[in-house]
């Protein structure tokens, strides 16, 4: 090779060394960069995960917060209603339900919660973000805290009443908030607040990330953005909808029907705009819950929403304020003509008959209503007249009212009334008048049912419905009882003596005598007193007893009875909820038909179809029926036709007293004197 083309040589040899380096670091650089916008593409899906794991424990612990704000009201009101001594048990009862269900729901959360949680600390990110664990430490604090509180709660819902008044002073966290759930309170807002800024902070690096990564990853990530960012709002929306909406039913709630009443006081104190508001109570509900179970109420509610729904307009504001109560806000509507039609419309709507797990059961409501201003300028005083009207209402079953002045009149005059009943029982000014009880064949005397009365010092002469429903509830009712057994102890006693037959007197029962011990040693002292036999009486229950929480208690007490030879009869029979079972195992001697169903002979076939069903029922059973009500002599041949052994009503007489009452009686043929003669 000469001299001159070895420099060639050399100079080719060079390029293609420098070539070559270049083509290196070329290749080097495309790796370099492939492996960059593959490290960043990583990255920011392990962020995105991250965020959108946190954005999910974000939205459970809002909700979970949500959920204990809830749960503490409930049980802070429970035990409020305990140091109440005169709170009956069915209202202490659903609220010691509704508290464990909410332990149950707030467990579930806490149990997600956890779960999320140990994904994230799986997530690569979790290694490179250190103040994690402080939202750890948070969280496990908070949890610790809240079962501490829920272990508390759980206690006071199991209590008795009798605990729950003894110890209400010494459960301070429950009753004031400022103690331990004010502290769970502000911990689930630091927990919320620490997930916020780690969020903040992953969107920033997420932002960052993606203006060095370029348009190579843009476009993608942009998209993946947009969607974390929707689900964000999602989650915001649920969580105000959940604040904000009955879950069973999807109406508004209570919280959602305060804050849109505020607004249209405020509206009407800007513009002067009116509205309207109705209140919905619903029949028998407690008797469908206790008897067909929860499930049987729940569909009874969803029903009453839908047809509150189809009866009002889509601008109307329909709410489940809790338990069987519904309100509807009708805005711009100041005509009480216009809301009664309205409020009638909805009763109708509302009327049905629902299957369920292959029973019928009849929904009904009544429904009260007060127009503002007309009727109210301010929230308390337009819930206190709404509450009036709805009184009113429930008076009439199945039908509206809306308020009116005579309407506070006469709750003024009911709770005056309310008050004289305290002392009732104690100035003996309960009186009893006998009804006569005649063989429908041949008219003969058989006995008295004995009807209470309430001899008013100011208004005279009271008849049941003035006052029997201002006793619901309330312990009042045991001192009528045990006055009505004792006049009639007395005046069987006079009767024979003086030589009548008065036959066998039947005594209304109520429940919370039978409960117990006090119905049966009420009859047992008052037939000791007066020398009288267990065959002088019987007792008249009504077929609720069937739904009573303590039906097995008044079962045994009915047991009691008939082992002394006293006869039992199920009074109003048709109107509950009785079904088959019930009369198969039920120790009771008579059926009474009643007076709505004899009402219906000559008008209303299904009427009378049904009183042909219960006499058929009763002569299949081997018990004797009862036909109350009787006012025409077409209603005593229709039952002598189908087979009513035993009526009583206005054809026969009216109710009387008791000396009245003695001049109908029949006579031994010799009159044996002496005070402990006895007749059976």
């Given at each position: ?491 069987l006693d006079v009767w024979k003596a003086m030589g009548l037959i008065p036959g066998t007197i039947s005594i209304n029962m109520p429940e919370v005598v039978l409960t117990n011990q006090e119905g049966y040693n009420l009859l047992s002292e008052t037939i000791q007193e007066n020398g009288l036999e267990w065959s002088d009486f019987a007792v008249e229950i009504t077929e609720d007893v069937f739904l009573n929480r303590a039906a097995d208690r008044i079962l045994d007490t009915v047991a009691r009875f008939r082992e002394h030879g006293l006869s039992v009869s199920l009074d109003d029979f048709g109107t509950g909820f009785a079904s088959l079972v019930h009369l198969r195992d039920f120790p009771f001697d008579e059926l009474k038909i009643d007076r709505s169903f004899v009402a219906g002979i000559g008008s209303d076939a299904r009427s009378e179809q049904i009183i042909r069903a219960v006499i058929d029922l009763s002569r299949n059973l081997g018990k004797h029926c009862v036909a109350e009500g009787i006012e025409t002599e077409a209603q005593s041949r229709f039952l002598v036709e189908a087979g009513c052994e035993i009526g009583q009503g206005y054809l026969f007489a009216k109710p009387l007293p008791a000396a009245q009452a003695a001049d109908r009686l029949p006579r031994w043929p010799r009159i044996i004197a002496g005070r ?5």
């Open positions: 090779m000469s001299e001159r083309s070895r420099p060639v040589s050399r100079n080719r040899q060079s390029m293609k060394t420098y070539i070559r380096s270049i083509g290196r670091h070329y290749l080097n650089a495309v790796i370099a960069m492939t492996l960059l916008i593959a490290a960043t593409y990583l990255m920011l899906v392990v962020a995105l995960d991250r965020h959108s794991l946190q954005q999910s424990i974000s939205f459970l612990t809002s909700n979970q917060f949500i959920r204990f704000e809830q749960f503490a009201n409930k049980t802070r009101a429970l035990t409020r209603a305990s140091a109440d001594p005169n709170m009956p048990d069915y209202m202490i009862d659903p609220m010691r339900e509704d508290i464990h269900e909410a332990i149950g729901e707030v467990r579930v959360v806490s149990r997600q919660m956890g779960e999320l949680h140990d994904q994230i600390k799986r997530n690569f990110l979790e290694k490179l973000n250190p103040s994690d664990e402080l939202s750890e430490q948070l969280r496990l604090d908070l949890e610790e805290r809240l079962n501490d509180f829920l272990e508390h709660a759980a206690r006071i819902a199991d209590a008795t009443a009798k605990e729950r008044q003894e110890r209400y002073s010494s459960w301070g966290p429950i009753e004031n908030p400022v103690t331990s759930d004010s502290i769970l309170i502000r911990q689930f807002g630091d927990l919320v607040g620490h997930t916020k800024v780690i969020g903040t902070g992953l969107l920033a690096l997420i932002a960052a990330t993606v203006i060095l990564a370029r348009l190579l990853l843009f476009t993608p990530l942009l998209k993946k953005l947009r969607n974390e960012y929707r689900r964000t709002i999602d989650f915001e929306n649920r969580l105000q909808q959940l604040a904000h909406t009955d879950a069973l039913t999807g109406l508004s709630n209570r919280t959602a029907f305060n804050h849109t009443l505020s607004n249209f006081f405020g509206d009407l104190e800007r513009t002067g705009t009116g509205f309207s508001l109705l209140l919905v109570d619903l029949h028998r509900f407690k008797s469908v819950n206790d008897n067909l179970g929860h499930q049987a109420g729940d569909a009874v509610l969803r029903h009453v929403a839908g047809a509150l729904e189809r009866a009002f307009r889509s601008s109307d504001i329909i709410a489940r304020l809790g338990g069987d109560e519904f309100t509807v806000l009708v805005p711009g509507l100041s005509n009480a003509t216009a809301l009664a039609a309205m409020a009638e419309r909805a009763v109708e709507a509302i009327a049905a008959e629902i299957e369920f797990d292959g029973q019928i059961i009849e929904v009904s409501a009544s429904i009260g209503g007060a127009v503002v201003p007309s009727h109210a300028s301010d929230e308390a005083s337009l819930l206190r007249v709404v509450d009036l009207a709805l009184y009113t209402a429930k008076g009439r079953r199945n039908s509206a009212f809306i308020f009116d002045e005579t309407t506070l009149a006469q709750r003024l005059e009911q709770n005056q009334l309310s008050l004289a009943l305290v002392l009732a029982a104690d100035r003996n000014e309960f009186v009893v008048h006998y009804q006569p009880k005649v063989d429908l064949r041949t008219g003969t005397h058989l006995g008295f049912e004995a009807l209470v009365r309430w001899q008013h010092p100011e208004l005279g002469l009271l008849q049941p419905g003035r006052f029997l429903p201002l006793m619901e509830g309330t312990q009042l009712i045991r001192g009528m009882t045990r006055a009505v057994v004792a006049a009639v102890g007395r005046d402990n003669f006895h007749c059976g």
